[in-house]
Every structure is written in C-alpha cells, then in structure tokens.
C-alpha cells in the first residue's frame, strides 16, 4: 500500500528581491492564509504554546511572528486568543508582552498553577502525566516552537513544546528519569574519579558525600570512555540510551495531541537562530547552521521530520559549537554527530503511538 503524504508549507527566509513583501515575515503571513483560519477558528478559544526562554537567552522566536500570527486569528474572527508558557513573566524581557503582542499571555498551569489535567501513561518511571488545563482547554491548540538542538534527545520542536512545555515540573522530573545510557554500579566504585577525567563533556559529576558518581545524561555522547578507563568495571553500556526518553516524550505528547480533534491543531516551527542547546539554558549560543525558515501543517509527525530534514550537517558553523566541541566521528543527523542522540528516534516514536506521516510533501510559501 502506497504510504500516505503529509502537506506541509515552507517559507525559505531567502530572499529574492530587496523588498519587504519578499522576506521571511511576509512570507509567514502568506503561509498563515494556507492554513485557512476564518474555516477553522471563528468563534473559538485559541491557544498558541510557546517557549519564552529565560536569564539572557535572545534567540527565541521574534515577536514580531508572533504578532502576526496573533492578527491572522483576530481577523479571522478567533473569540478568545491567549499565549502560554510556565512562567509568563520570564517572557516579558523577550518582548512577549500583552502590549505587544495583542493578546492575552498566562501560564499554562492556570493563575493559581494549579488547573491541571492527568492522565495515564504507565511507561516505567512515566506512571502519569500532568497537563497544564489553559493549554488542555483551547478550542483550537497552536504549537508554535523555536527549532534547536537538544542533550536528552537530540533536538527540540512541537513535540518538545508539548512534553516538556504544557506539563508541570513533576512530569518532567518523571520524563527526566527516564534518561539513561550507563549501568553504573554503586557497590564496586571506590571513587578514584578516573571516570570523571576520562569524560570529554563533563557529564560525570562528583557525589562528595558517598565518594561516588553519577551521570548527566544530557552531556553523555555515549562516547565509553569511562567504561574503559574504570579500575572497578563499575560503569557498562546499557542496552537502552536516550530511547526510553524519547518514547516518553512521545507518549506523553500523543496523550495530549488526543484531546484535540485534528483540525483544531496546527504546527509552526521556526527555524532561524538554531543552537546547540534548548532555550531553556537561559543562555544563547551562535547559530549552528545559518537561518533556514518556517515550517508549518496539521501534522506534527511531518512538520517535525520535514524540520529536521532542513538542518544540514555540511551546513555547520562551527562557531555555534562550543570551544574544544567538534562532531562526533558517526553517522547521521547534525544533532546526533553533536549529542549522539537520534533525534528522528523521537518523531518515530509519536508516529507509533499518536499517527501522521514521515512523508511529507513541501509546498514552498512564495
Ligand atoms: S572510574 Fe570507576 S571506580 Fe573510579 S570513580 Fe569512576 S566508576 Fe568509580
Ligand atoms: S560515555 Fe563518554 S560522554 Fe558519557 S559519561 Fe562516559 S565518558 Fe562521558
């Protein structure tokens, strides 16, 4: 059977001519009218989820395609528009202000944070999640994420806006747990710290109290360094790495796309300002590869590949790599030469549990 095709629309931030109907936030604006909002939003509650960054973090999304975003569903006739992130008031410094914006910003948790939903999971450590009920409760659910590289799974998109972005901490700290790699055993190390010297990404850390370790999986590029050069054979490779992870986030992310009928979602990620880590480092990096545009569908399975598919590794600027980083010596996607993480793992994953398609067709907004 010949696999169904995903539509999905692509604004190149290329320019053509020197003139403002030709540039990246024109071009948005044309791809806003091929999602057809005045047949999909009139009437209704909209909520769009965004990540607002933090401390001195810039190369979140601009406000400015926020705003026109936000004027699209106004004119469409959208009842109600409101904007979340956890922490509404870290966003303010970035420009994602009421005032200009247009719209109502809140947590996605509630006033009080505490206007949740859960709901079952049952994945190891991922017995439930949590959903932030502003974000539970839209009519119409927009997932509108910054693209960037991510230690834990490789990269960050929709899918991470959601899994990590509409849940409270203690769903993340159970995702979190699932992160993994190493078989460490606690009774055979005698704390002689060769482990932590071997470590090119510092992902060893020292347990001063019980002169033990333990692991930082999002620095691990499961490199086996410290498997090798242990004196006690206290440190194996496990069988599973950031998979586990990587399914939770699926999961938890198809548990919440299924409140939602599928014409009342949609998916943007923005891809300028790509960098190495997620924005909620609060902290910004150089870009990794230059600026690259927008992509944007109904599904988020095809939006999310079509994204990563666009990040190149011959594209590389190496300036967006810390000192002393370059690309591992394997094969794959740019984030896993950098993490060594698959980030299509993920993706993979929401398709098995939630649907979509990996196959996509790219209509280019001109
Ligand atoms: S190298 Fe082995 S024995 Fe030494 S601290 Fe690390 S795990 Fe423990
Ligand atoms: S596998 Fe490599 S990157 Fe991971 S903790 Fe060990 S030495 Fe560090």
Redesign the pocket.
Known sequence: MKKSRSTVFFADIAVEKMEKNSTLPAKFGRMLKEFKFADRVKDKQVGIKMHFGGGLGYTTIHPLFVKILVDALKEAGAKKIKIMDNDPASGVVRGYTTEILGCNIVSTFGSTGKYLYKEKIGFKTLDYAEFGGEAADCDFFIDLSHIKGHGDCGFGGALKNIAMGVVPSSTRGKIHRLEGGLD?EED?????????GSCPNGA?LEEKEKK??RFFYHHCTYCQH?VM????K??KMSKRKFEDFSKGMALVTAKFLKRFAPENLLFINILTNITIYCDCWNMSTASLVPDIGIVGGSDIVAVETASLDLVKTENLIKQGLPKGRDLLNIKGHLFEKIHGKDPYVMVKELQKCYGGSSSYEMKEVK
């Open positions: 460490y055979k190390c005698n704390g002689c710290q060769r482990c932590i060893i033990k370790v410290c050069v242990c004196p006690k206290a440190i």
